[in-house]
């Protein structure tokens, strides 16, 4: 048996002492989080980014994300350029077409990240509250510009009523003069001669 030993114990260090391929390093929860992850990243770091550029930095980047989504159609680049055109400094055509990207997103669920979604449920809500009260605005100042032109024009009746009895006082005013006249004589038409 110990012959045995001695025989085999050279073939198991050989066999140890063989090349043998290197294993691969796994990758750390992180990056497998990060490789399986359907975040959208930081959208909020990326809005504060948009708000901070200057108008032309701004088109260039709405540019560059409309590009990039427009290849990729991917839920995370629609709701980033929904976040770049739906700045406060963007026109409201900007803000109308990131409510319809929104809303799209929202409906086809299409976002995979839960707080992406919420995120853009929010966003879609702050929108139709926006509009909303941009219509209520437009509203009443179309109704304060009806009321100022009814205003003028009951203004401008007054006026002519006022002018209108300001001629029947004096009209009235020339005829009591008139009927006075005639019932005591003026004391010029009676001679100063003594009887």
């Excluded at 006022?162 to 004096?170: D, E, M, P, R």
């Amino acid at each position: 048996m110990k012959k045995q030993l001695l025989l085999i114990a050279p073939l198991l260090l050989s066999a140890c002492a063989a090349p043998q391929p290197k294993a691969v390093p796994k990758a750390s929860p992180l990056a497998d989080e990060t490789l399986v992850s359907n975040s959208c990243g930081n959208l909020l770091e990326d809005y504060e980014t948009f708000s901070l550029m200057d108008e032309v930095a701004r088109k260039q980047r709405l540019n560059s994300v409309s590009s990039i989504w427009m290849l990729t159609r991917d839920s995370c680049e629609q709701l980033r350029l929904s976040l770049l055109l739906s700045q406060p400094q963007g026109s409201d055509k900007d803000r109308q077409k990131a409510l319809k990207l929104l809303k799209e997103l929202l409906t086809n669920n299409a976002l995979q990240d839960p707080q992406a979604r919420q995120l853009a449920a929010l966003l879609r809500d702050q929108l139709q509250l926006a509009r909303a009260q941009k219509l209520r605005t437009l509203d009443l100042r179309h109704r304060l510009q009806a009321q100022r032109a009814a205003s003028r024009g009951l203004s401008e009746q007054l006026d002519n009523l006022q002018s209108q009895l300001q001629q029947l006082k004096n009209i009235e005013k020339n005829i009591n003069e008139k009927e006075q006249s005639i019932i005591t004589p003026s004391t010029d038409n009676v001679s100063h001669e003594p009887p």
